[in-house]
């Protein structure tokens, strides 16, 4: 099933890329928030799942949130397209899932700090 992510608004044709948007409203306008197709590739590219060792690990929400409300589109296709060799590598190497959980817990700290 696939998943939506926010691009932008459409304000009488007009383009606006931010969120939220502020606008004084003084005549009537047509608005539309335009969303984007999301589909998230296999598991095995998620350097967090092969850490934490399941797609339901509850960790893997904070994350998910984080890539899809404040990563750009671009910054997430090419983590898609880099991180299957590093996910199979952490994945395959109990010591490095460990180190890699223990910097992903610090890394959760911080994005709940700041979003």
Known sequence: MPTYKFDHWQINGETFTDNPLSIMVDRDLTVTAVYTTVTPPPSACFIATAAYGTPLAPQLNVFRRFRDYCLPAKLTQVYYKISPPFADYIRKHLKVRHAVRL??????????IVS
């Open 103 to 112: 910097l992903l817990d610090k890394v959760m700290i911080l994005i709940k």
